[in-house]
């Protein structure tokens, strides 16, 4: 019995949302959040335009509380309306736009498009649309168009915001899903911030050096390592002259000895 109850009063709920969705569409409806009182049922309102929900001085929001009243058996119930923030990070509103221009005549794969350029332009991570229907010949088919970073698993797809809509035209209905991930995922928010503080490194750090003041003990030990690093230089030095004038000296021997033998030779042949 206390199952049945539940399911009877979700049920009821959520033929309140469709038939909210349904008088506000042109209000760009886009959720409701139903919460109950002791004293009242307060319904606040998700729409992209609240001055069409309230109407002038009210009068629509009063006959839609009546409405409930009778066609749902609602007591008090309570209308608030709030305004949609970011309209194109709204799934809801964006399949609702889709479906409302294919059912205008114009071409689902431009509608489409434009859509996806607008998602992503208001600060989406990532957006999926798939279009199932009969799209322009007696076959049906589905065609799937997304841009940008997705994740279907894990803690960031639960947080993917998912609508469905419907559009009727000659052919039958064409079924349109929407998937928006505007919430950064915790890895990729802590790898843009590693890469800000990389790129902000070299401009926000500056080498500065430190001139220790020196004492005048320390002045003379300084200068006798200078001297002594400035004698072992020239030691190096007269070592590698020494070297290369030995060198010198017996590539000029070498020459001689081939001279003279030359010379002996040619007197050789003169005696002969």
């Known amino acids: 019995?206390?199952?049945?109850?539940?399911?009877?009063?979700?049920?009821?709920?959520?033929?309140?949302?469709?038939?909210l969705s349904k008088e506000f569409t042109r209000a760009g409806y886009s959720h409701s959040d139903i919460q109950r009182t002791p004293l009242s049922m307060r319904i606040?309102?998700?729409?992209?335009?609240?001055?069409m929900v309230i109407g002038r001085g009210g009068k629509t929001i009063e006959a839609?509380?009546?409405?409930?009243?009778?066609?749902?058996?609602?007591?008090?119930?309570?209308?608030?309306?709030?305004?949609?923030?970011?309209?194109?990070?709204?799934?809801?509103?964006?399949a609702k736009q889709i479906a409302a221009a294919i059912e205008r005549g114009l071409n689902y794969k431009r509608v489409v498009n434009l859509a996806l350029s607008r998602i992503m332009q208001a600060g989406a991570l990532g957006v999926a649309i798939r279009i199932s229907g009969k799209l322009g010949g007696d076959v049906g088919r589905t065609e799937k168009f997304s841009l940008g970073y997705l994740k279907f698993t894990g803690e960031p797809a639960e947080k993917m915001r998912k609508a469905y809509a419907t559009a009727q035209v000659k052919l039958g209905y064409i079924g349109i899903q929407v998937r928006i991930l505007g919430e950064v995922p915790k890895d990729i928010?802590?790898?843009r911030k590693v890469e800000k503080m990389l790129a902000e490194t070299p401009d926000a750090v500056k080498v500065v050096e430190v001139k220790r003041e020196v004492k005048p003990g320390e002045q003379r030990e300084d200068a006798k390592a200078e001297e002594k690093e400035e004698d072992d230089e020239s030691e190096e030095s007269d070592e590698e002259n020494g070297e290369e004038e030995e060198a010198t000296k017996e590539e000029v021997k070498e020459v001689k000895d081939e001279d003279y033998v030359e010379i002996t030779d040619e007197k050789a042949e003169e005696v002969e």
């Open 44 to 51: 606040m309102v998700y729409a992209q335009k609240p001055g």
């Open 189 to 191: 928010e802590a790898m």
């Open 64 to 94: 839609m509380t009546q409405a409930l009243k009778e066609k749902f058996g609602i007591e008090n119930p309570q209308l608030d309306v709030q305004e949609v923030e970011n309209p194109d990070l709204d799934s809801t509103i964006v």
């Open 1 to 19: 019995m206390i199952e049945k109850k539940f399911v009877k009063e979700n049920m009821r709920l959520l033929q309140v949302d469709e038939f």
